[in-house]
């Protein structure tokens, strides 16, 4: 792997009219003003971030702007998930309605997962629809959440409870902005791109078990062929079920039991979202394996690669535990899709090869996660 950048690489997502690209690449935030231009009625664009963004990069975002003439309203929340709530999405609203925004304009949508994906909601509900650019900041939004026009707020009921599918205008993926991430936010935006080999793409999961650490270490054609191959996964899935009616639901892998572990752990950040997918993953594969569905190997491989990248294999030694088997399962059954004592879960029958199991039985769940407990 060289150091110098590629030419940043365009992955389409095709959905009819409302096609767009993903521009994925060191340095790829320099074609944000020349990609807005042609949107804009003014030269003017409304710009949601977060504060930690907005002091590292908002001077790289003014001067990807500067040579279209465009000028920007902008808005910093605080950082963090509490940000995603329904108080602030009245207040971006508020905002766009003070400053005069109207459908012809476009919100740009400048940091990680939860700018995200309270803007998007915000522009699917400005007078019904105004326009959405998304510049994700961080490895998990730039290969998952920036992706495929899922968009929501937290209540305290639940996460992501609220929300909508509203798709973006273009997506730019500047790898260069992933260099302030902290290490450990970085290795669990990297288990969402682990996850894309382990669902469809065997040989992306070998390239990334040689590769990984390059990846991490940001070399910039490893970060860009990790981040571009990722979005071409993810692209393609949306493109053939944009509103999870099946398919879509593979992009699930390692979430049923990694939310079942941030919710016992009250999501607090000791376990990371990524953390939790990792470790959701190896247990999905580890599962499949006990239940003769999946070959141990694979299993072993899978639990390998991803202790190699620094991100959690082992149920009993992940922050927050001790955890309880049953109130793990009793978690997962409150899947929206669980019933009557089983749950759909994504399992695999080898490394790319997902598939949906539509109906695990919670017993059998709750009992290997009994023997995963005592292992540790
Ligand atoms: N993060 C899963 C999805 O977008 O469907």
Known sequence: MSDTSPEPEIVRVRLGDRSYDIVVGHGALSQLGARLAPLLKRKRVFVLTDESVARLHMGALDAALTPSGIT?????????????????????LDWLLGAGADRSDILVA????VIGDIAGLAASLMKRGMGFVQVPTTLLSQVDSSV????AVNTPRGKNMIGAFYQPRFVIADTALLATLPARDLRAGYAEVLKYGLINDAAFFDWLEAHGADVLALAPDAIQHAVATSCRAKAAIVAEDETEGGVRALLNLGHTFGHAVEAANQYRPDVLHGEAVALGMVLAFRYGAAEGITSPDAAAKVARVIAASGLPVELGKVPGGPYEATELADLMKQDKKARGGQVPLIL????????????????SVAAFLMGELEKA
């Open 72 to 92: 920007t309203e902008v808005l910093a929340l605080a950082p963090g998930e509490q940000s995603k709530s329904f108080s602030n999405l009245e207040r971006i």
């Open 110 to 113: 400048f940091g990680g997962g």
């Open 148 to 151: 495929g026009g899922k968009t």
């Open 348 to 363: 695999a029958r080898a490394i790319g090869q997902a598939y949906i199991h539509p109906d695990a039985d919670l017993k």
